[in-house]
C-alpha cells in the first residue's frame, strides 16, 4: 500500500523536528513503508492554498450554484525541490527522483433549470513519488431556494486510474510482502462516490459540508494487502464584508477543514479585495505552510466586452513551515489559478398583436 504522504506529514512532524538531517531521506521513506501494514489506504484529494476558488473539486453540492457557467483550472507544483533517490534494479545505479507532488485540476460547472439544479465535471492528475493518480468526476446539485440564500444538494460519481511504480522502491525491509508480491508498475482502476451541502448567499457568504470516497473501494489487485480507500469529510465557509465607509474594500476569511477522524488539517484565510478588480491573502495551513495570495480580473475594466471582464488570475506561494522546510529540503510551492465565469441569456421573443377594433 502507497500513502499519499502530503497530510500523513503532519502526524510526524514533532518527531521529523529531532531526527538528524543526514538521515531524512531514510526516515522519510520509512513513514511510507510503515503505513504499509494498515488495512485502509489514507489517500487524501489533492490539497490546494487557493482552494476558495475550488470548492467544485471538494463539493458536489456547489454545481451550478453561482447561476453562472465556470471553468476553472489550477496548477500546484508542491514542495519546489523536492527529491528522492531510488536503486535501479537493473543497473543497481542509485538514481534520483523528483517526487514532489504535482497537480493539475480543471472543473467545469453549470446551472440546468430544466433539472432544478446544475452540473458538474472534475478532472486531475496528481502525482506523487512513484504513484500517479488521474480521476474524473460527475456531479449533479438539486438547488432549493432558502430564505436569502440558495442550498444546493450534490451526489457525485468519480473514476480512478491510479498507477504504482514498485520497481523503484529501495525496501529497508527485502522480505516486505507488499514490495515482493508487487513488481513493475501497478494499474489499478477504483470508483468513488461523494455527497454534499452547499448553501451560498450570493455576494455575502457560504457555507459547505461534504464527504467523498463514500464506499472506500478495495484494491484488489494488490498483493498482501486489504487496502481501501478512506472516507474524508470537508467543512469549508466564508464571508464578504463590505467596509461600510469604504465600499470600494472587501474583506473576506476562509475557512477549510479536512478530516478521516484519524487526523485533520485546517486551512485559514484572509483576502482583501479592491473595487472587485485585484486581491491580495495570507494563508495559514496548521503545522505545513504559510501561504501568500494574489490576483485579479485583469480585463474588468469599462472599455473591454463584457464577456471578457469575468476573467480572473490568480497565484499563490508556500512558504513550508514543516520539516521539510526547516531541512531546506522544500524551497515552497508555488500554484497559479486561472478562471473563467460567464452567463447564457435567452432572449424572449416578444410579439404584438393589433386589432383594428382598439385603434
Known amino acids: 500500500m502507497f500513502v499519499n504522504t502530503k497530510n500523513y506529514m503532519l502526524l510526524y512532524t514533532p518527531i521529523l523536528n529531532i531526527i538528524n538531517k543526514n538521515n531524512m531521506k531514510k526516515f522519510y521513506f520509512f513513514i511510507v513503508i510503515s503505513l504499509f501494514s494498515v488495512t485502509v489506504f489514507a489517500q487524501q484529494d489533492a490539497q490546494f492554498t487557493q482552494n476558495m476558488f475550488t470548492n467544485m473539486a471538494i463539493n458536489p453540492g456547489y454545481a451550478g450554484i453561482s447561476k453562472q457557467i465556470c471553468l476553472n483550472t489550477l496548477y500546484r507544483q508542491q514542495w519546489t525541490g523536492f527529491t528522492d533517490t531510488y536503486i535501479d534494479k537493473t543497473s543497481g545505479e542509485t538514481k534520483t527522483h523528483k517526487g514532489a507532488p504535482q497537480t493539475i485540476l480543471l472543473t467545469v460547472d453549470a446551472p440546468i433549470r430544466a433539472l432544478h439544479g446544475g452540473i458538474g465535471l472534475n478532472v486531475y492528475s496528481d502525482k506523487l513519488g512513484f504513484e500517479n493518480n488521474i480521476g474524473v468526476k460527475l456531479a449533479y446539485s438539486f438547488h432549493l431556494n432558502i430564505a436569502i440564500g440558495t442550498l444546493g444538494i450534490g451526489l457525485q460519481a468519480g473514476f480512478l486510474n491510479k498507477t504504482i ?125 504559510v501561504g501568500i495570495i494574489i490576483g485579479a480580473y485583469p480585463l474588468n475594466q469599462p472599455s473591454m466586452s463584457p464577456a471578457l471582464q469575468n476573467l480572473r488570475i490568480g497565484y499563490s506561494y508556500d512558504i513550508t513551515t514543516s520539516a521539510l522546510g526547516k531541512d531546506k529540503r522544500s524551497s515552497g510551492t508555488h500554484e497559479i489559478m486561472l478562471g473563467y465565469c460567464f452567463k447564457i441569456e435567452v432572449k424572449k421573443n416578444v410579439t404584438k398583436y393589433i386589432n383594428t377594433r382598439f385603434l
Open 165 to 289: 511504480d514498485f520497481s523503484k522502491f529501495n525496501p529497508l525491509d527485502a522480505d516486505d510482502p507488499i514490495l515482493t508480491n508487487n513488481t513493475g508498475k501497478q494499474n489499478l482502476f477504483l470508483t468513488d462516490m461523494a455527497f454534499g451541502v452547499f448553501y451560498n448567499i450570493p455576494g455575502k457568504a457560504y457555507v459547505g459540508l461534504s464527504s467523498n470516497q463514500l464506499i472506500q473501494s478495495k484494491m484488489k489487485k494488490l498483493d498482501s494487502s486489504d487496502s481501501r480507500l478512506k472516507r474524508h469529510y470537508y467543512l469549508t465557509g466564508g464571508y464578504h464584508w463590505t467596509l461600510p465607509n469604504n465600499p470600494d474594500w472587501e474583506l473576506s476569511p476562509y475557512v477549510l477543514i479536512k478530516t478521516d477522524f484519524a487526523s485533520a488539517q485546517y486551512d485559514i484565510t484572509a483576502m482583501c479585495k479592491w473595487r472587485n478588480m485585484i486581491w491580495a491573502g495570507v494563508s495559514y495551513r496548521v503545522q505545513d505552510a
